[in-house]
């Protein structure tokens, strides 16, 4: 491992060093994990579960408590989180899965910091409906019944922004860099390259990073993993991209169209089926070389997509990505090659092939996103739903009078409608199940309703002379 010097968030110092133990450790050995502890001066674990939103919660228990930590017995208040339960009935208890241990590369090497992801718990270890990890290893499951592992790279982009003096975001590009572009080496640029660094000091294994079209629009790819160690590693490249920019004097953002006249930010997700070690999306003797397995996949990911759009593009912002123009998809249709439909098949064949998902954005929750994709993708195989004929035309080019000629649908145009169609949705909402479904509808309609009921700017300047 590297030992270049970069300025990370630490309450310790400022400037840190990496260290030749790498950072990551998966062996999900409780006795050996808590000998590394010892060995490498880990002081300190983050117990990290995820709330309604996709956002990263944690309780820190210092060293003398390790042994309880991965014996699930600490607990934590759950009303205060988005989507969890009421203040009744609050206990609720973590349980840590072990493989996913990580020791953080920066910090005080004399008392080091270590993170877990966990499954959220009612008391004496009943399940909880409301965790969104839990909700994702039920499809998980699902699928494996049927003898299927569910293979995912997801790649999210995001923007590096400037900071004003308070710290707080300016919305001025840390560069004007394009496409691939190679420039000058800026504070952008070298942010990025020590992300890189992070990610790899916390397992994940990176296969390329690069400026992307917008200015100030950075993606860092990571490779492929079975679904649930996906959804982890994203939240731990969130952590990492967010805590080096801030290290930087940069702000980091996930939200899909910061910039009006910008491309947006997207997450496309790379998905296959495995089975017994075989891609089963192949078969060198098909049409395209794709399995039928593989197209009643994309079958079940186009007859759901617009209940899809709920949980892949949450939030109001969503949609301002979604339009004609910026190369993000609106047409609920697939293709080869081609990127303008909702699906893609890369040229990849073999253990590679692989449908392209290009609708979620990186402002979704990972876990519930992975699940309602998987769960299509299954309904499609069980009901052999027909995706029609690859639509391999620029489907941006096309006039309504064409649209409405091939039957072609497109997704919601915000995120009200798509509420409404995962509501009526009974794939998509038993994939999450009642609890966390319920949570979702109600708190993205009042969202919704809230949005509706503003006045922007844009209004304002539009319509004060009125």
């Known amino acids: 491992m590297s030992d270049a010097v970069f300025a ?18 998966a062996s999900g050995d409780r006795d050996a994990i808590l ?12 117990l990290i579960f995820i709330d309604i939103n996709g956002f990263a919660k944690n309780v820190e228990v210092p060293a003398s408590k390790f042994e309880e930590a991965f014996d699930a017995k600490v607990m934590f208040d759950g009303s205060s989180i988005a989507g969890y339960v009421r203040i009744e009935e609050s206990d609720m208890l973590l349980r840590p899965d072990l493989d996913t241990f990580r020791i953080f590369p920066w ?22 409906g409301g ?35 308070d710290g707080s975001c300016n919305f001025v590009t840390g560069d004007d860099g394009g496409y691939f572009d ?62 080096i920019a801030l290290a930087h004097g940069l702000h980091a953002t996930f939200m899909p169209k910061p910039i009006f006249g910008a491309n947006g930010s997207g997450m496309h997700t790379h998905q296959s ?4 070690g075989k891609n089963i999306f192949h078969d060198a003797n098909a049409d395209y070389e794709l399995a039928d397995v593989m197209l009643h996949y994309i079958g079940g990911l186009k007859k759901h997509a617009r209940a899809i759009a709920a949980v892949t593009n949450p939030i109001v912002n969503s949609y301002k990505r979604l339009v004609p123009g910026y190369e993000a998809p609106i047409s609920i249709a697939w293709s080869q090659r081609n990127r303008s439909p909702m699906i893609r098949i890369p040229e990849q064949r073999g253990l ?5 998902f290009r609708m979620p954005d990186p402002s979704c929750n990972g876990y519930l996103a992975l699940a309602v994709q998987l769960a299509a993708g299954l309904d499609g195989i069980e009901n052999r739903i027909d995706p029609g004929p690859p ?76």
């Open 35 to 46: 000998k590394l502890c010892e060995e490498l001066n880990v002081r300190f674990l983050r």
């Open 391 to 466: 639509l391999d035309t620029n489907v941006w080019q096309l006039s309504d009078e064409e649209r409405e000629r091939i039957g072609l649908e497109v997704l919601p145009a915000n995120l009200g409608e798509a509420v409404e169609e995962f509501e009526a949705n009974d794939v998509m909402r038993d994939a999450l199940g009642d609890h966390i479904s319920g949570q979702f509808i109600s708190r993205k309609k009042a969202e919704w309703s809230d949005y509706v009921a503003s006045v922007s700017q844009w209004e304002l300047e539009q319509y004060v002379n009125y």
């Open 273 to 276: 089926l495995f089975k017994g």
């Open 182 to 243: 190679l420039t000058p080496s800026d504070l952008a640029e070298r942010a990025r390259r020590e992300m890189v660094t992070g990610m790899e000091s916390m397992g994940l294994d990176i296969e390329a990073a690069h400026h992307e079209v917008a200015e100030g629009q950075h993606e860092i790819d990571y490779k492929y993993g079975e679904a649930l160690r996906t959804a982890d590693d994203l939240m731990t490249f969130k952590f990492v991209v967010r805590n």
């Open 131 to 165: 965790c969104p990890r839990a909700a994702l290893k039920r499809v998980v499951a699902r699928a494996e019944s049927m003898g299927l592992t569910m293979y995912a790279a997801v790649e999210a982009e995001f923007f590096l922004f400037k900071t004003n003096e």
């Open 352 to 356: 590679g092939t692989r449908a392209e």
């Open 107 to 128: 910090g005080n090497p004399a008392a080091r910091v270590a993170q877990m992801y966990c499954d959220v718990r009612r008391p004496y270890n009943k399940p909880f």
């Open 8 to 25: 990370a968030p630490s309450e310790h110092s400022s400037q840190v060093r990496y260290d030749d133990y790498g950072g990551a450790v």
